[in-house]
């Protein structure tokens, strides 16, 4: 199409502008993905030359391209949505079609001189099918799946949570417990993920979830109602897409139009539409009371027609739930019988948002948005932990965001800048009542020993460069990009500000009698850091045929305080971590780290038509790529936290025996533990991080194929990732006979030193799905994703702390070996629509621990995994998991476009029981069995939509 010598031209142009973007203007997380591709073939004597031009049908706005000489164009990066595309030459149309271009897509849209003049509802009805829509994204070398509106919108749910939807995607789960909702694929923890929206990146820097704001949170990340669609990238994405070591979702918000659109809704719930909690209603509790309201309206529409639109949306979820307590160990339900009970848990979540989209000419859009989002919440109760030990916990996120894009001479800039303010702020509710934890998982009563404030302050620039495509041995669309960002991470935490007091009830030397030990830190500390990203990368979209496209990218990424660099280890510690013979790698001294530069990240793809035909009917897929991601913050900086201030660590004994204090009801103090600090006589726990420390990466395979059979796409993928380099914490043990004790500095007032290391993660998956999209016109639509699972790990969560090492670990399953998750939408007479979601697991793997008289009270316990109970669903007692969700509704055609909706949602229908809190102890009585439902039982939510 174009030739190379002025392609040289255009990427040093480029370049300098993508250099100037990144260097020259003030620091602000960066655009990803929000776009889609069309592009195709003009069939026209006239086509060479011709001008190309796609009209998005709501807002107007208009995107041209030019007809190469092989009468093929390229629209590169438009905004998804339906458009009307015409080919013109001499002033006359030649050709024309329609399409529907989802995010991330690439749509092949041939235009049809037979077509010329047609009217758009003329080429719908021949061109926008659910074969067209099944076969849009064939071409395509991602393991992805989109979410469409019509999915959103219709498909029940009761939390409003656009997230819950990205386990429509095979390889990917999203999180069961009502307390917190984030995702994550091959059986990885959610922090290797991420999200964008409208190219935003919302990584959480600083906790965990992977997304911002979605720490210990039940809250929604964004609005639904605000939502257009998104794409699930399971594996396989391509070089523009940064921080994710496992899977991410991007997508994109609606905008206004050319008519005025508004709607107004309201869902509820009340306590007599649900069930009974089991354990509660197992513990003759009376039903507690619940009440649930969901509300909010958009409204959207022109300032001025085709040029400038705006979209605002609010919506506001109340929640006066409950949780119920129940410490069921048979030997001491006597002693805790008194906390059991259900009780109340509220939660309210605000969110906002708002949008100016403006195209001046036909060579530039502008977007500028605005959200903001507010979650109130009372948690961190429930199963055999009491109400008393309940949080107050306060999440803030808002973000404002500006787009432009300019579409020059051979190639489009789209330029981002974006601000986002993240804060976490959850407190004790009972901040006097001591901590007291009643070991083996037995029950924690009084209060919760945790105050936090932490926030993370982004400023993200970023410039990419799309070129428009040339041909040099096939067809080449590169892009390429550059991002600065400067993150500012406070963290303020004091655990332990309240001591915290456990008993042992395997210890015989101390009981129920007295505690066996106490952790206290008597202040709080802070923390707060400057952290720099810089980010570029170049892709690479080559069509060596029609049948063969290689998708080549490398990226490289850079951070230059990942690990607060500015620390300098305190004089004290030398001696215990040269005892260690940690040596100097440990030390560090304020400028012996730096950032680690070796974040190269190549990726390649491959898609291959090897349909009879060519027509894309058959493709085979695959693909290899290395994809780095980053450790929260609040990981690594205890280091700092523990060198303010130690967390101490006292253990007790009747007698006074060695290593231990002659027990004096005085300790149950604050006062009286602070007289053993006084005195030097406690023992600290130090953490110290190795300068060395590398960020955590993933090395990703791929192999698949995809298959159309009329309105019918199915695809199967064999998966295989390995990651490195995950953070933990390990203890400084020492092998002894039968076990390991800790190894200690004798005199050194730090008992407890931890170290990072690295755990390794692995997992080999068979991903399936089948997909016959909605369309008005067959008014039913069905999918299934079904993923098989191998997936393994060395280490624990983020403290490691069982075994001397990672590898001493049982390498077993983390994730499910079987998930299914079937959704279908169908339409009834009298524009009743009914759909279903069905989501059935095989149970992720329980460890399994025995205790030990040889070694300290947190060593060698752990023996290896073993699975839940099973449950029938179809297949004999195969699943541990069952949900059965269901929805109703009812439409109303009113008077000038105005419509009014009815719906009934139904969440596990069925009243499955799924069980939390295994009993992990293999010599207890209750071993196996829950003390907690992971799913609510069924709920019935009633809510009506009037729009227009």
């Known amino acids: 199409m174009k030739k190379l010598l002025p392609l040289k031209r255009r990427l040093l142009a480029s370049l300098v502008i993508s250099a100037f973007a990144t260097f020259a203007l003030p620091a602000v997380s960066w655009a990803q993905n929000s776009t889609a591709t069309i592009k195709g073939k003009v069939s026209s004597p006239n086509a060479v030359g011709a001008e190309v031009i796609a009209k998005e049908v709501n807002t107007g706005f208009t995107t041209k391209a030019i007809v190469g000489s092989d009468g093929n164009y390229v629209l590169a990066n438009v905004k998804p949505g339906s458009y009307e595309i015409t080919a013109s030459s001499g002033g006359k149309e030649i050709a024309s079609s329609v399409a529907v271009a989802q995010v991330g897509q690439q749509v092949i849209a041939n235009l049809d001189a037979a077509n010329a003049g047609k009217s758009s509802t003329e080429l719908e009805s021949v061109n926008v099918t659910a074969a067209s829509l099944a076969q849009a994204d064939i071409r395509n ?41 984030s995702f994550s694929s091959f059986g990885q923890d959610p922090n290797q993920t991420n999200v964008y929206i409208d190219g935003a990146n919302l990584k959480n820097n ?51 139009s050319n008519e005025f659109h508004g709607s107004v809704f309201g869902d509820l719930q009340t306590t007599g539409m649900g069930a009974q909690e089991y354990f509660s209603q197992k513990n003759g509790n009376p039903k507690p009371p619940q009440h649930q309201e969901q509300y909010g309206a958009t409204l959207g529409g022109p300032i001025i027609t085709d040029t400038l639109q705006f979209f605002l949306d609010y919506e506001a979820n109340k929640q006066d739930g409950s949780d119920t307590v129940n410490i069921s160990n048979q030997q001491y339900k006597d002693l805790f019988a008194k906390y059991n009970g259900t009780f109340p848990k509220p939660f309210h979540e605000k969110t906002f948002f708002g949008k100016l989209s403006w195209q001046p000419n036909e060579n530039n859009n502008i977007d500028l948005s605005v959200s903001r989002r507010k979650d109130e919440d009372v948690a961190s109760f429930g199963g055999n932990r009491v109400y008393d030990a309940r949080e107050n916990r306060i999440s803030e996120v808002n973000d404002v965001l500006l787009k432009w894009q300019f579409r020059g001479h051979g ?17 004790p509710a009972n901040p006097d009542l001591p901590s007291i934890i009643y070991d083996p998982g037995i029950a924690v009563i009084g209060g919760s020993n945790e105050t936090q404030n932490k926030q993370q302050k982004t400023k993200t620039i970023r410039d990419d460069v799309t070129f428009d495509s040339f041909g040099w041995h096939g067809d080449h669309v590169i892009k390429v990009g550059a991002k600065f960002a400067h993150i500012n991470e406070n963290e303020l935490e004091n655990f332990g500000s309240t001591p915290q007091y456990i008993y042992n009830t395997n210890n015989a030397g101390t009981g129920l009698d007295i505690p066996e030990r106490a952790n206290y830190s008597p202040t709080g500390k802070h923390a707060e850091l400057g952290n720099n990203q810089v980010g570029i990368f170049a892709q690479d979209d080559w069509d060596i045929t029609s049948r063969l496209q290689l998708n080549l990218g490398l990226r490289w990424d850079y951070e230059t305080n990942a690990y607060n660099n500015s620390y300098v280890t305190p004089l004290d510690q030398y001696a215990i971590i040269n005892y260690l013979h940690l040596g100097n790698d440990y030390i560090s001294t304020g400028n012996n780290r730096t950032g680690y530069k070796g974040e190269i990240q190549p990726r390649v793809g491959f898609s291959y038509d090897v349909s009879k035909d060519n027509d894309q009917s058959t493709t085979i897929f695959g693909g290899a790529g290395r994809y780095y991601d980053r450790t929260p913050l609040d990981n690594s900086i205890q280091e700092s936290f523990h060198s303010q201030y130690p967390y101490y660590n006292f253990n007790f004994s009747k007698d006074g025996a060695p290593g231990t204090f002659k027990w004096d009801p005085k300790y149950l103090t604050a006062a009286g533990l602070q007289s053993l600090i006084s005195a030097n006589l406690a023992s600290g726990e130090i953490d110290i991080l190795n300068n060395k420390t590398k960020p955590p990466y993933s090395d990703q395979f791929s192999l ?95 403290y490691s702390l069982d075994y001397v090492d990672p590898s001493g670990y049982p390498y077993d399953n983390t994730s499910e070996k079987h998930h299914v998750v079937l959704n279908g939408t169908v339409g009834l007479p009298w524009d009743v629509q009914f759909s279903g979601i ?27 995994y073993y699975y839940p109970h099973k449950y029938t669903f179809i297949l004999p007692s195969f699943w541990a998991y069952r949900s059965v ?21 139904v969440k596990n229908a069925l009243n499955y029981k799924n069980f939390d809190g295994i009993n992990s102890g293999l010599n207890d009585a209750n071993f196996g069995q829950g003390s907690s439902t992971l799913l609510d039982p069924r709920q019935v939510k009633v809510g009506g939509r009037f729009s227009f």
Not at 411 to 427: A, E
Not at 750 to 767: P, R
Request: hydrophobic share 35%; proline share 4%.
């Open 141 to 181: 070398s991602e393991v992805a799946t989109n979410v469409s509106r019509q999915q959103i919108e219709n498909l029940p749910q009761v939390s409003r949570n656009f997230l819950n939807f990205a386990a429509l995607a095979p390889g990917v789960q999203v999180s069961r417990k009502t307390d917190t909702k």
């Open 206 to 256: 600083i906790l965990q979830g992977g997304l911002a704001g979605q720490d210990s949170t039940k809250g929604n990340p964004f609005s639904q109602e605000a939502i257009q669609e998104y794409r699930v990238l399971t594996q396989n994405f391509k070089a523009e897409y940064e921080q994710a070591g496992s899977s991410l979702i991007t997508a994109i918000t609606k905008s206004g």
């Open 411 to 427: 190639f489009v800039n789209d330029f981002l800048i974006d601000i986002g303010d993240y804060k976490f702020n959850p407190s």
């Open 704 to 798: 698949g194929a995809k298959q159309v059979l009329g309105d019918w796409v199915g695809s199967m993928t064999l998966s295989r990732v390995l990651s490195y380099n995950q953070f933990t914490w390990l203890w400084n043990r020492e092998v002894t006979p039968g076990g390991f004790v800790l190894n200690t500095l004798p005199g050194s007032p730090f008992g407890v030193v931890l170290h990072n290391g690295y755990k390794k993660y692995q997992a080999s998956s068979v991903l399936f799905g089948l997909d016959k999209p909605y369309t008005k016109e067959s008014n039913w639509g069905f999918g299934l994703a079904y993923t098989y699972t191998e997936a393994k790990k060395s280490g624990g969560d983020a």
């Open 838 to 864: 069905i989501s059935l697991g095989s149970g992720f793997p329980q460890t399994a621990n025995k205790g030990t008289s040889t070694c300290d009270y947190n060593c060698a316990n752990l023996i290896g």
């Open 885 to 905: 969700d269901l929805s109703l509704s009812k439409n109303w055609d009113l008077s000038h476009g105005m419509k009014f909706q009815l719906r009934l949602d």
